[in-house]
């Protein structure tokens, strides 16, 4: 920790929009100090969001390959047994190295790091409040506001942190949940539900809306919900959780179903996964006269990232738009730039967006039924994985790729993918939409064979009705819903 309280950028916050916010403006040669309350480095991402959750999802798949379809290759298995404690230590081994290369990496662009619960004072202070009690005051000329956003808990299901749990609880299990409860079927919620299901969980999800992942491609969505359903994922959409009963070790909770009316469910465990609120408690906001969003709590900000006080900047989950870890770091990379007097800015319309269930989702752009909205015409094009060679020789077959392109310009204006490592493929759609490029130059690109990103490039062929390895009988959008109908 460092001595010196006088600097030229102090971030508040070091989750992925503050450390890479401070890393950058170091770079740029600003004097910049970072202040986080935890005692670790990397903030929800690291610590209890995007990095658990996928060593999780990873080594809960491993054990499901093994004990489901290592039969399928030949590979003949006596007993499969899982170590809990093992498969935790482990991820809890990969956060710490993260977590203590974050610390790293700001000591090494000479980051000053305090440890603290910080608040603005004024324009140019913040002080940092220490576990002891002791409090310390920097000053500064700009401040960025970077302190994410924790779990939204859901009306009368309440947090205990043993029967009601929230992501944060989920990802620490001591034992494999009996019967779970999802309460919310986006990102988050499908992601913890695959990992205890994978693991030997009862699960189901409860979701309001009438499709998983409300706002993605309904095609996607749809097929996902049928492949997750054959997994042993009980899905109820349209459907909400009235009352939750508390009897010791169980709750029985009422489910109000559109199609199936009232229902009742036990389970060992609740998960309320219905998203995230921005956190700013603590931060004295309304004494230095900040206004927060009196619905969502969001900080306002004009494009610059600036609140409605001048040189306090805010980016992350604090302020609006995807709460997702990459859409925080561009936003930390461009308050840096923009501070420094350089042209910062982050492109919104280009942000992918990843489920990392079996099979993935990874999204970026317009969806059809955007499009259709807002009367754009449109092209689409789709090739599946199941007539891809590597996918095949990989056992992976399910899911597709869609590129929506400009009727006229044929620009990208959409790709929407579900399957094996789509996580990665959308990389290129994103790549080609931030150059503003064309169906056509993706399909005349060469891609290695075989490989995944075959699809990619046969769903950009087929948007002009040239896709070479698929034979379509009706073609591929009416492919696309018999496939989404024989996966039951
Ligand atoms: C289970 C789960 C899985 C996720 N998976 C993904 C994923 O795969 N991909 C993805 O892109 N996103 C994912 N996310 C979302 C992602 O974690 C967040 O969008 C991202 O962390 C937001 O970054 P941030 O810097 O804005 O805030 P945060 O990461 O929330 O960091 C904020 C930091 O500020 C600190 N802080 C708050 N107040 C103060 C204060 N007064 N003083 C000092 N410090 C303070 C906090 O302790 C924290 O360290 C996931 C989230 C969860 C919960």
């Known amino acids: 920790m460092n001595d010196d309280s006088r600097f030229d950028v102090v971030v508040i916050g070091s989750g992925p929009g503050g450390y890479v916010g401070a890393i950058r403006a170091a770079q740029l040669g600003l004097r910049t100090a970072i202040v986080e309350k935890d005692s670790t480095f990397g903030g929800t991402c690291l610590n209890v969001g995007c990095i658990p959750s996928k060593a999780l999802l990873d080594s809960s798949h491993r054990f499901m390959e093994i004990s489901q379809n290592a039969v399928n290759h030949g590979i003949v298995t006596e007993h499969v047994g899982l170590d809990?404690?093992?498969?935790?230590?482990?991820?809890?081994?990969i956060v710490g190295t993260l977590c203590s290369g974050v610390g790293a990496l700001l000591k090494a662009n000479k980051v000053a790091t305090f440890e603290g619960e910080g608040s603005v004072?004024?324009?140019?202070?913040?002080?940092?409040?220490?576990?002891?009690?002791?409090?310390?005051v920097l000053t500064t000329d700009n401040i960025i506001l970077a302190t994410g956003s924790v779990p939204a808990s859901l009306g009368d299901l309440a947090f205990d942190h043993e029967l009601v749990v929230d992501s944060t609880d989920a990802l620490c299990f001591e034992t494999v949940p009996d019967k779970l409860i999802v309460v919310g079927g986006g990102a988050v919620g499908l992601e913890l539900a695959s990992v205890w299901s994978r693991l030997g969980a009862e699960v189901t999800v409860v979701e309001l809306m009438d499709q998983l992942i409300p706002g993605c491609d309904s095609q996607v969505s749809r097929l996902l919900e049928r492949v997750l359903s054959k997994q042993g994922i009980k899905i109820l959409l349209e459907s909400s959780v009235t009352q939750c009963d508390q009897n010791r070790d169980i709750a029985t909770v009422t489910v109000e179903c559109r199609k199936n009316g009232k229902i009742e469910l036990i389970a060992d465990k609740v998960?309320?996964?219905?998203?995230?609120?921005?956190?700013?408690?603590?931060?004295?906001?309304?004494?230095?006269?900040?206004?927060?969003?009196?619905?969502?709590?969001?900080?306002?900000?004009?494009?610059r990232f600036m609140t409605n006080v001048g040189r306090i900047y805010a980016i992350g989950d604090v302020i609006t738009g995807p709460m997702l870890a990459h859409k925080a770091q561009a936003e930390g990379i461009a308050v840096a730039e923009i501070i420094a007097g350089k042209s910062g800015?982050?492109?919104y319309n280009t942000i992918p967006a990843i489920v990392y269930t079996e099979p993935?989702?990874?999204v970026v752009g317009k969806t059809q039924e955007q499009l259709e909205q807002e009367n754009t015409e449109y092209k689409s094009g789709i090739f599946h994985f199941k007539h891809n060679g590597r996918a095949l020789a990989a056992g992976s077959t399910e899911g597709f790729v869609k590129i929506l392109a400009d009727k006229n310009t044929d620009r990208v204006l959409g790709v929407h993918m579900i399957g094996p490592w789509v996580s990665d493929l959308i990389a290129e759609a994103v790549t080609v939409m931030e150059f503003g490029g064309s169906a056509e130059d993706i399909a005349l690109t060469v891609h290695s064979h075989p490989t995944l990103s075959e699809v990619v490039m046969e769903a950009a062929m087929d948007s002009d009705n040239r896709s070479i390895h698929s034979v379509p009988k009706k073609g591929l959008i009416q492919e696309t819903e018999d496939r989404i109908q024989e996966t039951e």
């Open 345 to 347: 800015q982050v492109n």
């Open 84 to 93: 809990l404690a093992t498969m935790m230590g482990r991820k809890d081994k």
């Open 271 to 303: 998960l309320v996964a219905v998203g995230r609120r921005p956190f700013t408690l603590g931060l004295g906001l309304e004494d230095v006269g900040i206004a927060t969003d009196p619905k969502s709590g969001f900080i306002p900000v004009d494009e």
């Open 121 to 136: 004072l004024s324009a140019g202070e913040v002080a940092v409040k220490q576990e002891s009690g002791d409090t310390q």
């Open 360 to 362: 993935e989702v990874a």
